[in-house]
Structure formats: structure tokens, C-alpha cells
């Protein structure tokens, strides 16, 4: 286990369930995001995301499910995904822990083929809770999208004294359309499950405040720290894997080096530039005249 901290913005190498239980206080974050492992069998950098059976997944969860809820203070919320095979599991057995309020869909497109003999996944469940359901951050002005019936099909609504149009914009609803991130996407990484600056924009604008603490036990990439940053909160990111870790110092700009390593972003195969090298005759390489005279 290693901890590197820099200006209310701590990333920590280890297995989640041990830091937090060892690390992360009881009642000390305002809101938690969690993308764990879906048990789907994706590669994370050689470590194969497949549990030997259903229930020692969901045990698992289960497990950091419960450590999550206590790091949280009694405002806080948790932000939780999964898989959608194993969702309805998550959702029963949070219901006895925490209030549920939203239960999300992140819709993305997708130009592949997702499947020939059965319906093909184009979403992902979110599990939005909280623990009081009556005291939360949810600042609704600050993710305001369009509302077409009223910023472009400006119909009356009639119902009002007097009638007038209807509002131009409004709380999204429980349907949120981002794209994944692609390969040549900016903010692209390299991790197979890495998600999008503007699903953590909205979650984090939503619910916590400048100064908040947000702690995500599975960073991956640290998009999750690396919002919480631009958006002036504090951040507590969580990750296994060395590679990652790296990923996330630079991104946070935290270091510039990792035990002798440089920290720069991969380059990417179409970034490379073909370097065009003088013509030169193939002769004059191995020859050079003197005198008159060629000398080898």
C-alpha cells in the first residue's frame, strides 16, 4: 500500500477493500463513485476482470458496498455501476442500506457489431443513492440541459396564469446520453473501461460542493479525481495496478516522475509522425572519395 498526496488530492496504491478499511475514515466523504469490475471477463492490463463464480462476486461487492456506506458523512451519496446482469443484486441489497433515488442509464452508441443472436448491451446502470433522504447535496442549476419544448418547439403552456412558454431548460431525466470514450479522443487512456469526463462532470456538479471530498475505491484512470480537481473539490482515489497509479499522477499533475519513470501520455498509433530522411545516395554511405581516389 502506497499513498501519495498533493494538495487535497491523494491517490492510493492497494487492494480497495484494505485501504478502505485502513485508510479512509468512517463519515468523512460527501460522495463516493464506484466502477468496479463488472465480472464480465474484460483485460485489465493482464489481470482478467472474471470471479470463479457469480457469488463470490456479488460477495465481494457486497463487501465494499458496506465499507463504502460507513466513509460516507450522513449527507453524503454514492454513485454505483455495475453490469446489467448484476445490478438488481447491487439494488436489493442497497435498498437496506441506503435510500435509492434515480436509477440511471448510460446510453451510448455504438458503430460495432454488439451482437448477431440476441439483443446487444448499449447501456450501463447507475445506481444514484443516498443515506438521509431528506438532507443531500443535489444542485440541480448546475446541470441544467435543454428542455426542446420550450427552447425550440416554444409551445404554450396553458396551464399557467397567464400562459406562457415552457421553460427552455431542466434536471436531466434518468436517461443520460454520452459517448464512451473512443481512441482518438483527448481525454482517451489506455484502460478497457474507461469512463467519460462528462458522466463525472454532471455527477460531481450534482452532488457535492467546492470543497467536498470525492473518493472513487477503483480509479482506473482517475477521471473521477481528476473532475473533482477542475471542479474544486477534494479527491481520495483508490487503484490496484501500478500502470494506472501513473496514469492518474499525471493527470493530476502530482508527479512528473515515478521511481525514475517519466510520466507522459502514451502516444497514440496515428499521433506518429513519418520523419522524412534527407535522400542520399546509397553509394556515398559507404564511400568517400580522397584525392581522386575512393577509399572503403
Avoid at 70 to 99: C, E, H, V, W
Wanted: proline residues 5%; charged residues 25%; glycine residues 6%.
Amino acid at each position: 500500500m502506497e499513498t501519495l498526496e498533493y494538495q487535497n488530492h491523494k491517490i492510493i496504491q492497494g487492494d480497495s477493500l484494505e485501504v478502505l478499511s485502513a485508510e479512509v475514515p468512517d463519515n468523512s466523504v460527501d460522495l463516493i463513485f464506484v466502477d468496479p469490475p463488472y465480472n464480465i471477463g474484460k483485460n485489465f492490463n493482464g489481470h482478467k476482470d472474471k470471479w470463479a463464480t457469480d457469488e463470490d462476486y456479488l460477495s465481494w461487492c457486497y463487501r465494499w458496498i458496506d465499507l463504502c456506506v460507513n466513509k460516507l458523512r450522513a449527507n453524503g451519496s454514492m454513485y454505483i455501476m455495475t453490469s446489467t446482469q448484476f445490478m438488481p443484486y447491487l439494488d436489493i441489497f442497497l435498498r437496506k442500506k441506503m435510500t435509492i433515488l434515480s436509477r440511471l442509464i448510460w446510453y451510448y452508441d455504438s458503430s460495432g457489431v454488439q451482437a448477431k443472436n440476441y439483443y446487444g448491451s448499449m447501456y450501463e446502470p447507475i445506481l444514484f443513492c443516498v443515506k438521509d433522504p431528506d438532507h443531500y447535496t443535489f444542485n440541480a442549476n448546475d446541470i441544467l440541459v435543454e428542455a426542446k419544448t420550450g427552447a425550440k418547439r416554444k409551445l404554450i403552456d396553458y396551464r399557467k396564469n397567464p400562459p406562457q412558454v415552457y421553460n427552455s431548460e431542466k434536471v436531466p431525466g434518468n436517461v443520460w446520453e454520452f459517448a464512451r470514450v473512443r481512441y482518438r479522443m483527448d481525454e482517451y487512456e489506455n484502460h478497457p473501461t474507461q469512463k467519460p469526463i462528462a458522466l463525472l462532470e454532471r455527477i460531481i456538479k450534482a452532488s457535492s460542493n467546492v470543497g467536498d471530498t470525492v473518493l472513487d475505491p477503483f480509479s482506473g484512470t482517475f477521471t473521477t479525481s481528476y473532475v473533482a480537481q477542475q471542479l474544486g473539490r477534494k479527491s481520495i482515489g483508490i487503484e490496484l495496478q501500478e500502470d494506472y497509479v501513473k496514469i492518474g499522477l499525471r493527470r493530476l499533475q502530482l508527479a512528473t516522475e515515478y521511481k525514475g519513470e517519466k510520466l507522459q501520455k502514451e502516444i497514440r498509433s496515428f499521433e506518429t509522425k513519418k520523419v522524412d530522411l534527407p535522400k542520399v545516395p546509397m553509394f556515398n554511405l559507404f564511400e568517400e572519395e580522397l584525392d581522386g581516389a575512393l577509399v572503403y
